[in-house]
């Protein structure tokens, strides 16, 4: 299929001229009324959302939520303030963070420490209220951006007042979640406010956010079948579940666990100043807390109905033993940093400059756990506590745009710098009293760096009136070193490593018609192995990870072809999309085994492929019905895999072969809307060999059909009410964890 976009490159083409556009011409992004910051000339399809459309559409409680209904993509958000919301797109899964980047006006969001749930990007950095508008770009094919853009590049702008303005929201959610021997009603609130005004030269927005929540089970402890009778000294219990595990098994589900009580503040600046009328200077301070306490439900009972946590126990005849840790809570604090500068041209000339630096710090990040088992470990007790608080990042980027225009020339350039250095500093210690004591001796620790320096042009040529060839490439310098890993006693120090890779850009278009536009685009791509896949492994009481640090960086070539049709009041898009990844990096948990043990490794080819289907239109066949939907066909196939044999010819896990969503809203008037949306996810898989042949439990991953319906009512000058649901059906699914069940949602906002 490659080959086949390479020779429809040749004679299919690169965009419409610009500057002969009319107002019924296709345009190169989303067909939108509000000013999208993406280039206008992004050799790639792109898809964006706008606040208007966010309010009235989407239950947003998260930043992440408002991308929800986005062609393509997915973000495994388990419960309201889940910190490990992953983008999923249409070559990559959940279990892939580092494929995707996220940006929030300009300044990387995305937590490139790792390539896990575990590394998400800072959407708490973000409040849904200062949203403008969200832009999503699909693949590659942009030089402007690193090899992390393989799976899909996330643009979130805020917006800039231009007089005072004042907004506050609160927010309640519920949900009634039965599973197993839980029975029980999580939910929680929320209260954001945000304040800006401009004077003069000087704007400034600054906003807060507290939110506090409590979310369902995200582990059970488990248990295969055991088959040896007990010998008389196990204590006899009650309340034990019985299921199918993933691979078909019979197991045995003694409790709930990891049910995460979650409190976060999020306070957030932004400053501009017009140094210039055609030059901007901009600093962003964000700061983000999270307490969290972690609790577990145990179903078992004795005869004296006390609930059993630990020991040998006798079920039905047969003996199970319960270690410490089987029902372990935990409670954690962070308190993370952000700060970003941006100095940005906008001289409506030739020639425009942008530069961006961001630092990311992990000020204080602590989890503490108890060795100990309950409910011994509710007073105290021997624990370990892991210490993230070395964690951070830092990015210098250096932009220039050089645009003569068409009475001096046919070239629109773009070229510039790029900087990051990403710092890995984790430790594990013993401690005395887990709740309050102070670090002892050392369990584990893990340290080290990633670097790299980046140069980059990209140039679209419009060859002719409708014609364009955007041609590109990308250089990058990327090294590894001061990587260190520690046992209780011994420290191993690894070689320092330094690689240089070049990922060419192509993309033609050509604007057949005023109302057609068709697209080919290829792009090279590499993605680095990030600084916890080289050197942080994990050895605890409940998983154990195998890092690499001769892992291979990860190489794609995609390519995708496109049709989009403007049908006046809306846009019709058609893409065929290709990528071959060679040396793909996965992270892969054998579950089945306790503690569970994590792999990283190279996985010498995979290949995905499909078709995808956009609409979105304005007052569709009803005055005020508003209409957008998606779907997706994906048939992603591991093709080499020599340190995994029995993976070849499987599915890429977490990657469905069908994704589909729609969404429907009806404008009764000004002032009322209805919508009705509904998403789904075909069959797939969570481990490299396929062999979760059952997918609708606990550890699998299931398809899904769900429905969700908002109401958004302005009822006074500046006062809105909202009420919707999630997951209407009360579907029943999982991606590892369970995932919510029907979910109600209701807010109040005040606007000034």
């Known amino acids: 299929m490659i080959a086949g976009l390479c020779a429809a490159a040749a004679g299919a083409g690169q965009c419409a001229d610009e500057e002969r556009k009319t107002d019924t011409q296709l345009p190169e992004v989303v067909v939108r009324g509000e ?26 409680v998260n930043t992440e939520d408002a991308m929800k209904y986005l ?56 409040s849904p209220e200062e949203i403008e508008r969200i832009d999503v770009i699909y693949g590659p094919f942009s030089a402007a951006y690193p090899g992390n853009s393989m799976g899909t590049t996330i643009h979130m702008t805020t917006r800039l007042p231009e007089t005072f303005e004042a907004h506050v929201r609160t927010q309640g959610f519920r949900q009634d979640f039965k599973l197993y021997g839980t029975d029980e009603v999580y939910g929680g609130s929320q209260i954001s406010a945000v304040l800006g005004n401009r004077h003069d030269k000087l704007t400034w927005f600054a906003g807060v956010t507290h939110l506090d929540s409590r979310g369902q089970p995200m582990t059970f402890a488990t248990s295969a079948l055991s088959t040896t009778p007990v010998s008389g000294g196990e204590t006899v219990v009650s309340g034990a579940h019985r299921d199918l595990d993933p691979n078909g098994s019979g197991r045995v589900i003694f409790g709930a666990t990891g049910i995460d009580h979650t409190v976060q503040d999020n306070f957030k600046v932004r400053m501009t100043y017009d140094v210039t009328p055609a030059l901007r200077a901009s600093y ?9 306490d972690v609790s577990v439900q145990s179903y078992l009972r004795d005869a004296a109905g006390n609930p059993v946590y630990s020991g040998n126990v006798d079920i039905d005849g047969y003996r199970y033993t319960l270690g410490a840790s089987a029902f372990q809570p935990s409670k954690r604090v962070e ?85 990051d250095r990403y710092t890995l500093d984790s430790r594990v210690f013993n401690t005395d009293n887990w709740l309050s004591g102070g670090l002892t001796t050392r369990v584990s620790a893990f340290a080290g760096n990633t670097e790299t320096q980046a140069l980059f042009i990209q140039d679209a040529w419009r060859f002719a009136p409708d014609w364009k060839l955007t041609l590109g490439g990308r250089y990058e310098i990327w090294s590894a070193f001061g990587g260190a890993t520690s046992n209780a006693t011994t420290t191993v120090y690894h070689n320092e490593r330094t690689d240089d890779f070049f990922s060419p850009k192509a993309a033609l278009n050509w604007q057949a018609t005023p109302d057609w536009l068709l697209r080919a685009s290829l792009g090279r791509a590499y993605r680095m192995p990030t600084v916890s896949e080289l050197f942080q492994g994990t050895i605890s009481a409940g998983a154990i990870v195998n890092n690499d640090p001769n892992l291979k960086p990860e190489k794609a070539l995609s390519g995708e072809l496109t049709a989009e049709r403007s049908l006046g009041r809306g846009l019709l898009r058609l ?31 995979v290949r995905t492929r499909g078709v995808e289907a956009a609409f979105r239109g304005k007052g569709v066949g009803v005055r005020g019905l508003d209409l957008s939907a998606s779907i997706t066909y994906a048939d992603s196939e591991i093709l080499k895999n020599d340190k995994f044999p029995a993976s070849v010819g499987k599915r890429q896990p977490r990657v469905p072969d069908w994704r589909a969503s729609a969404v429907a809203t009806w404008h009764q008037d000004a002032s009322l809307s209805y919508t009705l949306a509904a998403r789904y996810s075909g069959r797939q898989y969570n481990t490299l060999d396929n062999t979760d042949s059952n997918p ?48 109600f949602h209701g807010e109040m906002k005040f606007d000034f």
């Open 35 to 60: 000013k999208t910051p993406m280039d206008r000339n992004l050799p790639a399809v792109s898809e964006g959302i706008t606040a208007a459309e966010i309010a009235e559409t989407v239950n947003t």
């Open 71 to 126: 062609p393509s993509l997915h973000i495994r958000k388990r419960y309201i303030g889940d910190r490990n919301s992953i983008v999923a797109s249409r070559s990559s899964g959940t279990q892939v963070s580092a494929r995707a980047l996220v940006y929030s006006d300009g300044l990387l969001l995305s937590n490139l420490l790792g390539n896990s749930f575990g590394f998400p990007p800072r959407w708490s950095l973000v």
């Open 284 to 292: 962003l301070l964000g700061y983000w807390r999270n307490d969290s």
């Open 335 to 419: 308190e993370h940093w952000m700060h970003g500068f941006s100095l940005k041209s906008d001289t409506r000339g030739e020639w425009n400059f942008e530069t961006a630096v961001t630092y990311f710090n992990f000020g204080k990040d602590e989890q503490r756990s108890p060795s100990t088992a309950l409910p011994a470990a509710d007073s105290g007790g021997a624990g370990r506590i892991a210490l993230a608080d070395g964690n951070g990042w830092r990015t210098f980027d250096l932009k220039a745009d050089w645009r003569p225009g068409l009475d001096k020339g046919r070239h629109e350039a773009v070229f510039g710098y790029h900087y």
């Open 575 to 605: 893409t065929l999309f290709q990528e071959d990844a060679d040396d793909a990096l996965y992270s892969q948990t054998n579950t089945t085994v306790f503690p569970t043990v994590t792999n990283i490794q190279n996985i010498d080819r």
């Open 696 to 743: 609708d439990t606990y550890g699998g991953t299931s398809r899904f059909f769900v429905a969700d319906v908002r109401v958004n009512y302005k009822f006074a000058r500046r006062f809105t009410a909202s009420a919707g649901v999630d997951n209407l059906n009360n579907r029943e699914y999982y991606a590892y964890h369970p995932y919510p069940q029907r979910t």
